[in-house]
Antibody, heavy 117, light 108 residues
Framework: EVQLEESGGGLVQPGESLRLSCVGTGFSFSDYWMTWVRQAPGRGLEWVANIKQDGSEKFYADSVRGRFTISRDNARNTLYLQLDYVRGDDTAIFFC??????????WGQGTLVTVSS | DIQMTQSPSTLSASVGDRVTITCRASQNLNNWLAWYQHKPGKAPKLLVYKVSTLETGVPSRFSGSGSGTEFTLTITCLQPDDFATYYCQQYNSYSEYTFGQGTSVEVK
């Protein structure tokens, strides 16, 4: 079955770090751009970051640039998002998604990150 | 940065209604525009990409149209399963994606 599964969410204190993972199964992971999207409580979808198939290009939303790092390990079919210096407004469900030409036909179920002291 | 303005934010409708959601971009998207349906606790679902191409398996009551900076998603004959939140997304460049603010389609 073609799917994405996120993990790594949880409760984290402001200023601390967390690493999210997303494992892709049932498809050739290294063939696709990959994307992180988040949804804060009561808010809409917000694009977070993109990474090219070989990891050579990475792009970030202004709200996370300099604090979050997207990466991938194609040998492990895994996408990562390193969250550093987290803030209260980073509390959200984080989704990973597989890209096509920029549209996102495949999504994971999401992992919840809660930033609180 | 490309801004996306989606309207309305909330829409009250009944089963069988025709529903139209609009998305306006701050610059020409060259047809790189998609629509998603999202329900609480679920993964977002791609409905339409490249303005008007229906994703495989999506019912034909969903359709997309538009060009340049103005786009619409239309649902003809609204079904009970269609009550959800809908988002447009621009993907004119890999360096920046933007979602609209969302439209919640609620039971009238």
């Amino acid at each position: 079955e073609v799917q994405l599964e996120e993990s790594g969410g949880g409760l984290v204190q402001p200023g601390e770090s967390l690493r999210l993972s997303c494992v892709g199964t049932g498809f050739s992971f290294s063939d696709y751009w990959m994307t992180w999207v988040r949804q804060a409580p009561g808010r809409g979808l917000e694009w977070v970051a993109n990474i090219k198939q070989d990891g050579s290009e990475k792009f970030y939303a202004d709200s996370v640039r300099g604090r979050f790092t997207i990466s991938r390990d194609n040998a492990r079919n895994t996408l990562y998002l390193q969250l550093d210096y987290v803030r209260g407004d980073d509390t959200a469900i984080f989704f990973c998604a597989r890209g096509r030409l920029g549209d996102l036909p495949l999504w994971g179920q999401g992992t919840l990150v809660t930033v609180s002291s | 940065d490309i801004q996306m303005t989606q309207s309305p934010s909330t829409l009250s409708a009944s089963v069988g209604d025709r529903v139209t959601i609009t998305c306006r971009a701050s610059q020409n998207l060259n047809n790189w525009l998609a629509w998603y349906q999202h329900k609480p606790g679920k993964a977002p679902k791609l409905l339409v990409y490249k303005v008007s191409t229906l994703e495989t398996g999506v019912p034909s009551r969903f359709s997309g149209s538009g060009s340049g900076t103005e786009f619409t998603l239309t649902i003809t004959c609204l079904q009970p399963d269609d009550f959800a939140t809908y988002y447009c997304q621009q993907y004119n460049s890999y360096s920046e994606y933007t979602f609209g603010q969302g439209t919640s389609v609620e039971v009238k």
